[in-house]
């Protein structure tokens, strides 16, 4: 029998042509500009993001964020109201951001398809991750960008970062929290606000100066797993989890691979054997052992990693996904390790 459903590719074209109508008519309206149709003080703007040259012709009123990331910060610097829709969750929402998270629509709670975006109307577009907005993600950031979408990807994924390769990439250099603090301020001006992106800096600043004041932590190792137990992503050398460990004076016992989260059998595990396991909780389930009480129950009844030092004196902290990730979080990640390490008579 003859269908007569329309062929995908055909869908999807039609789908960003009318995006672009919608798109361009939002344009036309001025809505994303001043009430009186002036330009807004600093617009256009034009950044260099992630190789790409981004114009901004006027803060946006109705933004989609598409990684958990990216919409923390734009909820931290008071942007609720300007969020069209948000996507790509892997935890609760950072504590004290509850009630701003609850008036926005989440259109996906993984990646979402192009068309639930398109579908939102959006005047920018946001991620937190280079594979976000690129063939096999959402959409490739040309394809929004030719529909006058203007796209912002966290300079913490590219910058001193190799996203050609497969998996989730690798560090040509060691990730500093200056990169998030650029994307704070970057996405404050982008929306108009950027004395909001000092405060948040200022603050993340001080967060990280208290938890590390005084700290010593040189003899403590760590490992840390993001997800699955089959085949562990575990941190390599100098990406978020880098961060936690420098500043703590520590060791990461796969600091000699510069792979973003290589996956490492539990033998060689056991055998660099940790003081202290640092433990992804995540609430989404798209790996075998995302929670962190899965994870605790696999340590603890395999028989490879149940002998680790670690394991049997229950030397573990806990941490949400984006606290693993260069992101806001981050720095909650650090306070959390720290108090850890001194809890467990690791660090002076």
Not at 142 to 149: I, P, T
Not at 165 to 182: E, F, H, I, K, N
Request: proline fraction near 5%; include cysteine; charged fraction near 25%.
């Amino acid at each position: 029998m003859l269908s007569t459903a329309i062929p995908a590719p055909i869908r999807t074209a039609a789908l960003f042509a009318a995006g672009l109508l919608l798109v361009t008519a939002c344009g036309e309206s001025g809505s994303a500009g001043a009430a009186d149709g002036k330009k807004a003080e600093g617009f256009p703007l034009t950044l260099k993001n992630c190789g790409r040259t981004v114009t901004v012709e006027a803060p946006p009123q109705q933004a989609v964020s598409v990684d958990q990331g990216s919409t923390e910060i734009l909820l931290s610097l008071g942007l609720a109201d300007r969020l069209a829709g948000t996507a790509t969750w892997s935890d609760p929402v950072m504590k004290g951001l509850e009630k701003a998270n609850a008036g926005v629509e989440r259109i996906s709670e993984n990646r979402p398809s192009s068309e639930k975006v398109l579908d939102k109307e959006p005047d920018f577009l946001s991620a937190s991750f280079a594979s976000t907005l690129a063939k096999g993600g959402v959409a490739p950031r040309e394809q929004f960008e030719k529909l006058g979408v203007p796209t912002y990807i966290s300079p913490a994924d590219c910058v001193g970062k190799d996203n050609s390769g497969s998996g989730d990439g690798a560090r040509t250099a060691p990730l500093t929290m200056d990169s998030v603090y650029t994307e704070v301020r970057e996405l404050a001006q982008v929306f108009g606000v950027p004395e909001r992106g000092d405060a948040l800096v200022k603050k993340l600043r001080a967060r990280v100066e208290k938890a590390t004041d005084g700290i010593d932590a040189a003899d403590a190792s760590l490992l840390y797993w993001f997800s699955d137990s089959k085949a562990p992503y575990l941190a390599g050398c100098c990406g978020a989890p880098g961060v936690i460990t420098k500043e703590l004076g520590a060791k990461n016992v796969f600091d000699d691979t510069h792979d973003e989260w290589p996956q490492i059998s539990w033998e060689t595990v056991a055998d660099r054997n940790p003081d202290v396991l640092v433990i992804g909780d995540l609430s989404r389930t798209t790996q075998t052992a995302e929670s962190a009480e899965k994870k605790i129950e696999f340590l603890e009844s395999n028989p490879v990693t149940k002998t680790m030092d670690a394991v049997k004196e229950r030397r573990y902290v806990l941490l949400s996904g984006q606290a693993m990730n260069p992101t806001i979080r981050t720095v909650e990640g650090l306070e959390r390790v720290a108090a850890g390490l001194r809890d467990f008579g690791l660090a002076g």
